[in-house]
């Protein structure tokens, strides 16, 4: 009787186990493919987040470059290039001036065409390989720029074998496009970051076209078929190599909605990703970032295995369960070491799942420090961005309300005086000079503009005549006080001019007190104010008789915060300033010296048309209106 029982015993522990078995044989079947899809959601999110960081990359990439082509196109001796292609020292300078901008903007290359494509001047003027007289046509960023937008373009460079991104911008003379400047960047740098991570980063364009990847056997390689048509325009606009668009063969499945399982057929045995995507629609580029599925599939084999053995060691708990029964007093000792023994064996397997876990949230916390450090950088750039442009602003509002503030000063000084002679009369046409710059004070705090930006106001017909009149009477003490003789011959009749009434004033003041400034160590001190007319323009010339300007300072003169003065005595800014009204107006504001001496500063002015003119005395005293 012992026996049988010994026997039904051992025949119903095996069953029992032979029962745990089974079970976890078909929840390691039924559990594998969810554990190992949620390992790689995990790492498909990871994976998201470094996404987010590289397009970041990408985007301030091209946000950095973008506008560079046309503050490039706004310099004069680009205009002057494009007008005199074969001033060879002209030509010598652009050359160099543009090599300077490459390499202060760490650009691959800056060049300028003309409106037929062809390379007038590149920063490569010294290479072997130099764009320097070379047709661009082909290319649609220069077709853009031409068309008065901004061009973007990603190719294989024809002249240089490099790829890069190309930014242009049109280049115009008086609203008028005479030719193209291209600035290209590379992107050799960013692959480079690439391959030291732990996953690849592929960027397509629209038609599929792997143009930058971490991995260099993926370049030019085709996601999808290319149609004849694709293939036609890649050719005509010369983007890639026609020969090395060969297709990167390669299967999709959906994963989640922003996570899909790609394999590439290329890869031996078929090579499985986890991919995510994310869109620069300004660029029209897909960035794609692919994690290996084999840290996924690891991981669940992992888990699918730690539940296994827990399965199995519930069954062996169970089967030791029923032989202690049978065998409590026989087998105690056995069980206990045996208990012991699956005591450390869970305990190893929970260690190993708590540093698996503390690796996991080590790397989640180094990844949240990154993305702290990126917006503290981000928001530190964008404060100093405008703690600049508030200090440029105050130096330029400081500089335009110097003059009228002295005058005020001058005027209410003289009012004192005249109010103790009595002259009641004089004295009320001093407190309304005051007043009057106290109005011209609020109109030029209201139409103070930036060099950098066209201002909002219309242009309309102003009197010429007067504005040089105001503008004398407002430096006129001064014009007294340094002994001053002006000679400025008036015309019998008005002259009507293009622009604005207060802006248009303070240009004449600024060249008037320019011209004082620089024969403040000389006597007598002379100042000859002249208008010359033609069929469409007028020319306003201011001439002193001082030392006149340097060759060196006549390309530099209207800069801003370039001077000659002393500290304290100057900023810069007056001669900047008045250019570029000057220029709002349609106008040239330009500098010379003359042959007996001194220096003569001539704006240029449209003249008011003739439908223009029906209304013009009726005009004549609205200057306030500014």
């Not at 190992?36 to 960081?53: C, D, M, S």
């Not at 590289?54 to 946000?63: C, D, M, P, R, S």
Request: hydrophobic share 40%; with cysteine.
């Amino acid at each position: 009787m012992p026996r049988r029982h010994s026997k039904l015993f051992k025949i119903t522990s095996g069953r029992v186990l032979a029962g745990f078995v089974l079970l976890s044989a078909i929840v390691a079947v039924l559990s594998e493919p969810v554990i190992e899809t949620y390992f790689q959601k995990q790492a498909g999110l990871q994976g998201q987040a470094t996404l987010k960081l590289t397009v970041e990359g990408l985007k301030g990439a091209l946000q950095r470059y973008e506008p560079l082509p046309s503050l490039i196109a706004e310099r004069p001796s680009l205009v002057a290039l494009l007008k005199s292609p074969t001033d060879p020292e002209l030509l010598k300078r652009v050359n160099e001036d543009l090599r300077l901008s490459a390499y202060r903007l760490k650009a691959s290359d800056v060049y300028v065409m003309d409106v037929s494509g062809m390379t007038l001047a590149a920063s490569s003027y010294q290479k072997e390989l130099s764009f320097v007289g070379r047709s661009f046509a082909y290319r649609p960023y220069f077709t853009q720029a031409l068309e008065g937008g901004t061009g973007r373009f990603f190719a294989l460079g024809t002249t240089s074998g490099e790829r890069g991104y190309f930014f242009a911008a049109p280049i115009e003379d008086n609203e008028r496009v005479i030719g193209v400047v291209a600035v290209k960047f590379t992107v050799d740098g960013f692959e480079q970051a690439w391959r030291n991570a732990d996953h690849q980063i592929i960027v397509s364009d629209l038609r599929g076209v792997v143009f930058m990847a971490s991995r260099p056997d993926w370049h030019f390689r085709t996601l999808r078929p290319l149609t004849r048509t694709e293939i036609a325009e890649i050719q005509a606009n010369r983007q890639y190599p026609a020969d090395g668009l060969l297709p990167l063969v390669n299967t999709v499945e959906p994963l989640t909605e922003d996570l899909n399982l790609i394999t590439i057929e290329d890869e031996p045995s078929g090579y499985r990703y986890i991919s995510s995507s994310e869109y620069i629609s300004d660029a029209g580029w897909n960035v794609r970032i692919l994690v290996s599925a084999t840290r996924a599939r690891t991981q669940a084999f992992a888990a699918v295995l730690i539940l296994v053995l827990g399965i199995m060691l519930i069954g062996l708990a169970v089967a030791f369960y029923i032989q202690r029964r049978a065998q409590l007093l026989e087998r105690l000792l056995t069980q206990q070491a045996a208990q012991e023994q699956l005591e450390v064996r869970v305990e190893e397997r929970t260690a190993d799942l708590n540093r698996t876990n503390a690796q996991l949230l080590d790397e989640v916390a180094e990844r949240k420090a990154a993305e702290t450090r990126l917006r503290k950088t981000q928001t530190e750039l964008v404060q100093a961005g405008k703690l600049a442009a508030l200090g440029q602003m105050s130096a330029a509002l400081s500089h335009e309300f110097n003059q009228p503030l002295a005058a005020v000063k001058s005027y209410a000084e003289n009012a004192l005086k005249l109010l103790e002679r009595q002259r009641t009369s004089e004295t009320l046409e001093n407190i309304s000079r005051i007043s009057e710059m106290t109005d011209r004070m609020a109109s030029i705090s209201k139409h103070l503009r930036n060099f950098a930006r066209r201002p909002m106001e219309k242009v309309r017909p102003v009197a010429l005549v007067q504005i040089v009149n105001d503008a004398i009477g407002i430096l006129q003490p001064r014009l007294r006080g340094s002994g001053a003789k002006l000679n400025f011959s008036k015309p019998d009749e008005e002259i009507w001019v293009m622009g604005g009434h207060i802006r248009l004033q303070q240009v004449v003041v600024n060249l008037l007190t320019n011209a004082l400034d620089a024969m403040k160590e000389q006597q007598p001190v002379q100042i000859d104010i002249a208008l010359q007319t033609d069929a469409d323009t007028c020319v306003l010339s201011v001439r002193d008789y001082g030392a006149g300007v340097s060759e060196d300072e006549m390309s530099q003169v209207f800069d801003p915060f370039f001077t000659t003065k002393q500290p304290g005595e100057g900023m810069g800014l007056g001669l900047s300033i008045s250019y570029n009204i000057v220029k709002d107006f349609g106008g040239a504001l330009r500098v010379s010296n003359h042959d007996e001496g001194g220096a003569i500063f001539a704006i240029e002015l449209v003249l008011a048309g003739e439908t223009a003119n029906e209304n013009l005395e009726a005009r004549a005293q609205e200057t306030a209106a500014e």
